[in-house]
C-alpha cells in the first residue's frame, strides 16, 4: 500500500514541474521549418486544391484553385523556399497575405513563379526578405521582376495554385527567420 502512495505522489510531482516548464520559444535570427516534410501541419488550405506530402515533398493535386497559408502571421522575415513548377503551371508565394479578397488586390506582396527557364522542371531557390516597408526577392540567385509589394505590414506565408491542365505546384522546403521580434 505505501508504494501506491509514493508512486502516486512521484506521479502527482512530475506532473505538477511538467507544467510548470517553460514553452519552447524561437529567438529572433533563428530559422524556422515551416514545412516539416511529413504533413501539412501549420498551414490551411484556402480553395479546393488537395494538397499532399510524398516522400517529403508537399504537393498539389487538382483542384481549380486557392492557396495552403500558414497559421501564423509574420511581418519582418527572411524566407528561403524550393519550388517546382511543371510546364504550363504558375504559382506564387504571397506573404504578408490577408485571407479575405484576392492577393493581388489585398495588400499582399507576390513571388510569381513560372516553370524553369531551362525546361526541365528544375528547382527554384526563392529567397525574400521583408523588413519594415521594404521587400526584396531573388529567384535562383538571381533579380527577380515577378514581385508584386503589398502593403501589409504583416501577414501569412501562402503557396498560390492555379489550374491550368495538368498544373502541379511542388515545394521541398519553406524556412522563415525573424527579423524583429514583438511581444
Keep these: 500500500m505505501r508504494i501506491q502512495y509514493i508512486t502516486a505522489g512521484l506521479v502527482t510531482a512530475l506532473a ?24 501539412t501541419y501549420g498551414w490551411r488550405n484556402i480553395g479546393d486544391v488537395n494538397w499532399t ?28 523556399a524550393k519550388i517546382k513548377v511543371n510546364k504550363g503551371s504558375s504559382t506564387g508565394i504571397v506573404f504578408r497575405a490577408s485571407t479575405t479578397g484576392h492577393p493581388t488586390e489585398n495588400g499582399s506582396s507576390i513571388v510569381w513563379i513560372k516553370e524553369a527557364s531551362n ?13 519594415g516597408g521594404k521587400v526584396t526577392a531573388t529567384l535562383d540567385g538571381g533579380s527577380n521582376r515577378n514581385v ?6 504583416r501577414g501569412y506565408i501562402g503557396i498560390l495554385y492555379h489550374h491550368n491542365g495538368g498544373a502541379k ?15
Design 16 to 39: 505538477t514541474f511538467s507544467a510548470w516548464s517553460e514553452p519552447k520559444t524561437v529567438d529572433e535570427g533563428q530559422w524556422i521549418n515551416l514545412f516539416d516534410s511529413e504533413t
Design 148 to 153: 508584386v509589394t503589398g502593403t501589409n505590414e
Design 53 to 80: 506530402v510524398d516522400n517529403g515533398v508537399l504537393q498539389s493535386a487538382g483542384g481549380t484553385g486557392g492557396m495552403l497559408h500558414t497559421t501564423s502571421q509574420f511581418s519582418d522575415f527572411e524566407l528561403t
Design 169 to 183: 505546384v511542388e515545394v521541398s522546403e519553406v524556412k522563415l527567420r525573424p527579423l524583429a521580434l514583438t511581444p
Design 119 to 131: 525546361g526541365k522542371g528544375d528547382w527554384h531557390d526563392i529567397h525574400v526578405v521583408a523588413k
